[in-house]
Nanobody, 127 residues
Framework: QVQLQESGPGLVKPSQTLSLTCTVS??????????WAWIRQPPGKGLEWMGV???????SYSPSLKSRTSISRDNAKNTVFLQIDNLKPGDTAVYYC???????????????????WGHGTQVTVSS
């Protein structure tokens, strides 16, 4: 039913700003789900929760990223966005958007909370 698709630049340079888009089909980002998260996986490492935007538009971010990370949405276009400022080589990762359709009592920072995932998009930060 619901499908998510990440899109954005595959190669960016340090200090630049990364903007990724999660396109949602088959459901409304405002009425069909409890929250939308961005999660990334650096090469050879585990999943890292970055932040979430909840059904009411409120946001929460990983403490290590909150100073340069912003998650937003466009309800009319049924899309969710991720922006990371001042990119660093350590930001190289596969980036996923993921959604949860109801409060399942798992913490927002847990990747296991999210039911539906996009296939991910590779972002390489290199000069």
């Amino acid at each position: 039913q619901v499908q998510l698709q990440e899109s954005g630049p595959g190669l960016v340079k340090p200090s630049q700003t990364l903007s990724l888009t999660c396109t949602v089909s088959g459901g409304s980002i405002t009425t069909s789900f409890y929250g939308w998260a961005w999660i990334r996986q650096p090469p050879g490492k585990g999943l890292e929760w970055m932040g979430v935007i909840a059904y009411d538009g409120s946001t929460s971010y990983s403490p290590s990223l909150k100073s340069r990370t912003s998650i937003s949405r466009d309800n009319a276009k049924n899309t969710v966005f991720l922006q990371i400022d001042n990119l660093k080589p350590g930001d190289t990762a596969v980036y996923y958007c993921a959604a949860v359709d109801k409060d399942n009592n798992l913490p927002a920072i847990s990747p296991f909370r999210y039911d539906t995932w996009g296939h991910g998009t590779q972002v390489t930060v290199s000069s």
